[in-house]
């Protein structure tokens, strides 16, 4: 999703619940405020980035790599 439309989004959803809140309880300003101080808590937050783990059978032949160099001469051992 992109960043401009994740923010659009935040600031659809904070309407609905901030005023949903005023209008069930206006009293509660200082609850109101603490919502408020979480959406933009929450707008703040990087987008989370998800690496991509090397599918099965790119580690099996890394394995197979590093093995058979070991085996071949290198001194070091093989990551397993």
């Given amino acids: 999703m992109k960043r401009s439309t994740k923010n659009q989004w935040l600031k659809t959803i904070e309407f609905i619940v901030v005023n949903g809140a005023i209008l069930i309880n206006p009293e ?3 609850l109101i405020l603490l919502l408020k101080f979480c959406f933009q808590v929450w707008a703040a937050l990087p987008e989370e980035t998800v690496e991509k783990q090397p599918s099965q059978e790119v580690k099996r032949h890394n394995r197979k790599a590093d093995l ?3 085996v071949h001469g290198n001194d070091a051992p093989p990551l397993v």
């Fill in 28 to 30: 509660a300003t200082l």
């Fill in 68 to 70: 058979d160099s070991y």
